[in-house]
């Protein structure tokens, strides 16, 4: 177990002595990161833009540690929100290199800075940094004290990292341990319970799917989650239309996509699989193509090379389940893979499909 800080301790005290002290400059900068954490789901670009603005204003009044998480922050937004892997990964690095310097060393913010770069590495090219990211994992649990909510991520991370690696039940036991971690926390309990959906799915376990889709709901409107809450009706939108209940999918599904038009963020993965899953229950298979069309689109122009190669791969077995060609959507995909560190597994994923293999799931969650 690590050593852990009381990072919000810490931004609360230090909010306080601001408000003893007059420090108006700290004070602000102290505000901008709820308000822009407020708006971070139908406004990213803002809430980047208020971040920097609040990581200005610590510099200006010399808090080196209030910078530091700004940055952390502004990292987020620009990975998470905003999907931007490139700009990402630089800022992730810069900040990890800062947070090295001797001036946090105590700083509680130095196990998110840290986290942040992982993070970085998995959204840009998760196999292609697999052993970097295995390192900084085991570094950071062991090295560095950490906030609870930094060490649940961890357990996140490492879950993610045996999915894309093939090894589901490896991926499974992280990923209830990030489950047993976050029961005071909704916003990560919603996140770990729709990621043992998906899990569980993967591995055939539909029993407690509809269970862990309502639980997941209900804490995702706890934390005001608005694109976890849209997954959770996608979730019971294919659960329903796998039962045969097309009335209540269709209802769970209008839920899902008129929540999503709320949404200044991109959907995830696990959304985009069961969209298209739920158009080929409904028989909309044009829906679906034109879904994957439009993901592969939009991944390729955030050079998201990785996930834009899943979703190539995913797009062929559709267009082979529809008896439609897919040449032109392999040789895409070939491409896209060089643009990758490791592209013979990749490609070797590619041969399965030109074969004649459709499964999707069992090819990409194969090594």
Same mark, same amino acid.
């Given at each position: 177990?690590? &050593?852990?800080?009381? =990072? ?8 306080? %002595?601001?408000?003893? %002290? ?10 901008? !990161? ?24 610590? $510099?200006?009044?010399g808090?080196?540690?209030?910078? =530091? ?42 196990? #998110?800075? #840290? ?16 052993? @970097? ?8 649990? &062991? ?25 589901? &039940? ?10 047993? $971690? ?9 996140i ?36 976890? @809450? ?5 979730? @019971? ?7 045969g ?5 269709a209802?769970?599904?209008? @839920? ?19 969209? %298209? ?19 592969? &689109? ?11 190669f899943?979703e ?21 995909? /070939? /491409?896209?893979? !060089? ?15 030109a074969?004649?293999?459709?499964d ?8």
């Amino acid at each position: 177990m690590p &050593t852990y800080v009381n =990072l919000w301790g810490w931004f609360y005290d230090l909010r306080q %002595t601001a408000f003893s %002290t007059g420090n108006k400059d700290v004070l602000r900068s102290i505000a901008l !990161h709820s308000e822009g954490w407020d708006n971070r789901e139908r406004d990213p670009q803002g809430t980047l833009a208020m971040w920097r603005e609040a990581r200005a204003l610590a $510099l200006k009044a010399g808090q080196a540690w209030l910078a =530091l998480f700004h940055g952390y922050w502004c990292c987020e937004a620009i990975l998470g929100y905003l999907d931007d892997v490139k700009e990402g990964l630089d800022a992730a690095v810069k900040l990890s290199v800062e947070a090295y310097k001797p001036e946090y060393q105590d700083c509680p913010v130095v196990g #998110q800075a #840290q986290r942040i770069l992982v993070d970085a590495y998995i959204r840009t090219d998760i196999l292609g940094y697999e052993t @970097q990211i295995r390192e900084a994992l085991d570094y950071i649990e &062991t090295n560095i004290p950490l906030p609870e909510s930094t060490y649940r991520l961890l357990m996140a991370h490492r879950s993610r990292l045996e999915y894309e690696c093939g090894t589901l &039940t490896e991926s499974h036991l992280w990923a209830r341990k990030f489950l047993d $971690l976050s029961e005071r926390s909704d916003f990560h309990r919603s996140i770990a319970l729709l990621w043992l959906c998906n899990l569980e799915y993967r591995l055939g376990r539909t029993e407690k799917l509809m269970e862990y889709a309502a639980s997941a709901l209900r804490s995702a409107q706890r934390s005001q989650r608005l694109g976890s @809450q849209a997954t959770c009706y996608l979730w @019971q939108a294919v659960l329903a239309a796998k039962q045969g209940e097309v009335v209540r999918a269709a209802q769970f599904h209008r @839920q899902a996509t008129l929540l999503r038009t709320t949404i200044g963020t991109q959907p995830d993965d696990v959304y985009d699989d069961l969209l %298209t899953e739920y158009y080929e229950y409904a028989d909309e298979p044009d829906n679906a193509v034109a879904w994957r069309e439009n993901r592969i &689109t939009y991944l390729m122009g955030k050079e998201q090379h990785y996930w834009a190669f899943m979703e190539q791969v995913k797009y062929a077995c559709l267009l082979g389940r529809l008896g439609r060609p897919i040449e032109a959507v392999l040789a895409s995909a /070939t /491409t896209t893979a !060089h643009n990758l560190l490791k592209p013979a597994p990749l490609l070797a994923k590619l041969d399965q499909v030109a074969a004649g293999n459709y499964d999707e799931q069992a090819i990409l969650r194969t090594r």
